[in-house]
Nanobody
Framework: QVELVESGGSSVPSGGSLRLSCAAS????????LGWFRQPPGKEREEVAT???????TYADSVKGRFTISHDNAKKTLYLQMNSLKPEDTAMYYC???????????????????WGKGTQVTISS
């Protein structure tokens, strides 16, 4: 069982930056997929960025060039650096992990094995 705990969410003005962290109790030894997802108010959860054990990274078009996903294996922590934040980035942000590579779970990220409880990001205009 893997526990994920997000932190770093806050309320900031448009144009600001935040760094989210996701601490894991353990990482799968290989072949894993890690990701950040968000659920804006009144909308469905959506993919933000994913990173797999081979280093492959994907970003949603809406965040490309503004957000950066990274991880520190030694600290078992996933990060999401968010710059040039916009009001439409307002959402609950979740991290997730799966023991399979991202290319396999990409068809349905909602089925990923482990999810955190989320951290709220609010961007004011």
């Amino acid at each position: 069982q893997v526990e994920l705990v997000e932190s770093g969410g806050s309320s900031v003005p448009s144009g600001g930056s935040l760094r989210l962290s996701c601490a894991a109790s353990a990482y799968p030894k290989s072949g894993y997929c890690l990701g950040w997802f968000r659920q804006p108010p009144g909308k469905e959860r959506e993919e933000v960025a994913t990173l797999d054990s081979d280093g492959a990274i994907t970003y949603a078009d809406s965040v490309k060039g503004r957000f950066t996903i990274s991880h520190d294996n030694a600290k078992k922590t996933l990060y999401l650096q968010m710059n040039s934040l916009k009001p439409e980035d307002t959402a609950m942000y979740y991290c997730a992990a799966d023991v399979l590579p991202c290319e396999i779970v990409a068809s349905d990220y909602s089925g990923m094995d482990y999810w955190g409880k989320g951290t709220q990001v609010t961007i004011s205009s």
